[in-house]
């Protein structure tokens, strides 16, 4: 197992189906913040469940098709960051965020964000790299800004959650956008 330090207490690592027990605990913790915003919230209800959500993603992994890290802090499980989509073929992937609001305000989604589109862009290959968030969700939308992300545009009625048809932002970069690969020793 690998872990990326995000700050002095906090680090990125991969979120596995052997994790469910704790991804159901923080699932339980963030559910009312996240329901509005994040379909798995409704699905992740049970350990059973929180094993079947984290083994797709580990099932997509084997694919290259997808992936799932968690942001812990202090080792507590605090948030995550994913790639939705991740298309080689295409040179397109989606990366999706969510993190506990007592962790926010310190940079490290823009930070694991950062590692993974370094990642994308660098190591895979990836041309366009998506973000998509409601279009009334204010703090997606500035940490996308802060990424540096372009907006694209607003889907009408496009995004489906607990019955409510939301409006979806698309933002992107692209690979000749982000920065320099980073210098191999």
Not at 5 to 29: K, Q, S, V, Y
Not at 51 to 58: K, S
Not at 71 to 92: H, K
Request: hydrophobic share 50%; with cysteine; charged share 25%.
């Amino acid at each position: 197992m690998f872990s990326l330090p995000l700050a002095d207490d906090a680090e990125l690592r991969p979120l596995e189906p052997w994790n469910a027990a704790e991804f159901l605990a923080h699932a339980d913790r963030m559910r009312a913040e996240l329901l509005p915003l994040i379909p798995w919230a409704r699905t992740v209800v049970n350990e059973e469940a929180a094993r079947a959500f984290l083994q797709n993603y580990a099932d997509r992994q084997a694919a290259d098709a997808g992936r799932i890290y968690g942001v812990w802090v202090g080792g507590v499980l605090s948030g995550g960051v994913l790639f939705r989509i991740f298309d080689t073929a295409a040179g397109v992937c989606e990366v999706g965020v969510w993190l506990d609001p007592a962790a926010r305000g310190r940079g490290l989604v823009t930070r694991a964000v950062g590692h993974m589109i370094d990642w994308a862009v660098h190591e895979r290959g990836i041309v366009r790299v998506e973000w998509c968030c409601a279009a009334d969700n204010a703090a997606s939308i500035a940490t996308a800004k802060r990424i540096g992300f372009t907006y694209e545009g607003t889907m009408r009625s496009v995004f489906p959650v607990g019955g409510r048809r939301q409006d979806m932002q698309t933002w992107s970069i692209l690979a000749d956008e982000w920065r320099p690969a980073p210098a191999r020793a």
